[in-house]
């Protein structure tokens, strides 16, 4: 199957500076990638859809200016979380989107990364 | 919003088939059926998904009843490594979003 890469892994950053993660589409491309966000113990939540070109489409109650999303080339996608703070810690994951032969499309997610902020 | 409904635990003895269920009854009929499964601390892992046929394939099989209004995710001979939270999505054929539910931790057990 396709696989999504993410980078880093882990990441610990201090209050008030923005960390960058970035999502990687390995061995296709991907017009659309995903970001969700997930607190322990709950399910993953979506924030945004990144679209190759274009401006991201945010989820309502997230805030665009806050999780800045740029989708440069057909493989990569990132999110910048600016001003960061501790409520802002979470596990961020990406997907990215692959028609299925079978019809629909197949979404691959990442591995995820892990924020916390100090 | 999520669309589906699945049981939030459930218990399986290793060796034997797991059948998780999942109601969608107001699934429409451009949409899919997809599961997805997560093990702890990882990024979701494709499973299967369907649109109104039965499906299989190396890992499950996807049972979808003839008003599509619910489905039952089979993994054949369950094995520790397939303790997961399983989550039942459904989603359009434009490639949608996907709106997770709470899924279902199924805990295999010796």
């Known amino acids: 199957g396709a696989v999504v890469s993410q980078h880093p892994s882990r990441v610990i950053c201090k209050s008030g500076t923005s960390v960058k993660i970035e999502c990687r589409s390995l061995?296709?491309?991907?017009?659309?990638m995903f970001w969700y966000r997930q607190f322990p113990k709950q399910s993953l939540m979506l924030m945004a859809t990144?679209?190759?070109?274009?401006?991201?489409?945010?989820e309502q109650g997230v805030e665009k200016d806050k999780f800045l999303i740029n989708h440069a080339s057909l493989t990569l996608s990132t999110l910048t979380v600016t001003s960061a703070h501790p409520e802002d810690s979470s596990f961020y994951i990406c997907?990215?989107?692959?028609?299925?032969?079978?019809?629909?499309?197949?979404?691959?997610f990442g591995p995820g990364t892990r924020l916390t902020v100090t | 919003d999520a669309k589906t409904t699945q049981p939030p635990s459930m218990d399986c003895a290793e060796g034997r088939a797991a059948n998780l269920p999942c109601n969608h009854s107001?699934?429409?009929?451009?949409?899919?059926v997809y599961w997805y499964r997560q093990i702890h601390s990882q990024g979701p892992q494709y499973i299967i998904h369907?649109?109104?046929n039965n499906e299989t394939n190396e890992m499950a099989s996807l049972i979808i009843t003839e008003d599509r209004k619910s489905s039952t995710l089979i993994l054949p001979h369950a094995t520790l490594r397939d303790t997961a939270v399983y989550y039942c999505?459904?989603?359009?054929?434009?490639?949608?979003?996907?709106?997770f539910g709470s899924g279902t931790k199924l805990n295999v057990k010796p």
């Open positions: 107001t699934i429409s009929g451009n949409e899919y």
């Open positions: 999505i459904v989603s359009g054929y434009n490639f949608n979003k996907f709106y």
């Open positions: 990144s679209n190759e070109g274009s401006k991201a489409t945010y």
């Open positions: 997907s990215a989107i692959s028609a299925a032969a079978r019809g629909g499309y197949e979404q691959y």
């Open positions: 061995d296709f491309q991907a017009t659309t």
């Open positions: 369907g649109l109104k």
